[in-house]
């Protein structure tokens, strides 16, 4: 069974620091990891993906993501956050041909100015 | 061009009771799923439809229906609510074809549940 740990529940940093949002998964095949970000009363929305390839992906909004196979990691990072980046963030991965789509518990982030 | 859509954003029933979430997509998209997103435990899938008239449990299907009649919609039924229900409902879509499960995906703004 699939499974993603978003060890972090929150995450603070300041304006213009380096943001990370950790994720580590666990499939049976092939992983395929996908991030999300979710603003307030809003739906999920997309930022970037790793299915095969350069293992630093990049993706909206200037976030980027380094897939770590040894160490079955997927951690978010932007080089300068912004207050704007503060939402809730959520690593999510599909096990080979599945279809679902298993999600971690969510980190928030919040970056203060 | 609206996206994923969904109705009603909010409703609240009695324990006993049923109701219909409806998801649109304008997308043309071949895969829809609903989900159920709950404080502490992420999304949890629901039921998923890979095309017009196909649908397949996911992860938490207990207590609930769908139907996809047609491509543009996925219909989420409860038929008799519980307060275990109570979450906000998302429903999702994203491209078929080859290498469609690696697509990403496209989700509606949500509806809030509320189970008395």
């Known amino acids: 069974a699939q499974s993603v740990a978003q060890p972090e529940d929150q995450v603070n940093v300041a304006e213009g620091n380096p943001l990370t949002v950790k994720c580590t998964y666990s499939?049976?095949?092939?992983?395929?990891l996908f991030w999300y970000v979710q603003y307030p009363n809003r739906g999920l929305q997309f930022l970037l993906k790793?299915?095969?390839?350069?293992?630093l992906v990049k993706g909206s909004y200037g976030f980027e993501a380094e897939f770590n196979k040894s160490q079955t990691s997927f951690h978010l990072k932007k080089p300068s956050a912004l207050v704007s980046d503060s939402a809730l963030y959520f690593c999510?991965?599909?096990?080979?041909?599945?279809?679902?789509?298993?999600f971690g518990a969510g980190t928030t982030v919040t970056v203060r100015a | 061009n609206a996206g994923v859509t969904q109705t009603p954003k909010f409703r609240v029933l009695k324990t006993g009771q049923s109701m219909t979430l409806l998801c649109a997509q304008d997308?043309?998209?071949?895969?829809m799923y609903w989900y159920r997103q709950d404080p502490g435990m992420g999304l949890r899938l629901i039921h998923y439809?890979?095309?017009?008239?196909?649908?397949a449990k996911g992860e938490v299907p207990d207590g609930y229906n769908v139907s996809r009649l047609k491509k543009q919609n996925f219909l989420l039924g409860l038929e008799s609510a519980a307060p275990s229900q109570t979450s906000v409902y998302f429903c999702?879509?994203?491209?078929?074809?080859?290498?469609?499960?690696?697509?990403?995906?496209?989700f509606g703004p949500g509806t809030r549940l509320t189970v008395l």
């Open positions: 999510a991965v599909r096990d080979g041909d599945d279809y679902k789509l298993s």
């Open positions: 999702a879509s994203s491209k078929g074809g080859a290498g469609g499960i690696y697509n990403e995906q496209f």
């Open positions: 499939v049976s095949g092939n992983p395929y």
């Open positions: 439809s890979v095309g017009e008239g196909t649908t």
């Open positions: 997308m043309n998209h071949e895969y």
């Open positions: 790793y299915i095969t390839g350069d293992n």
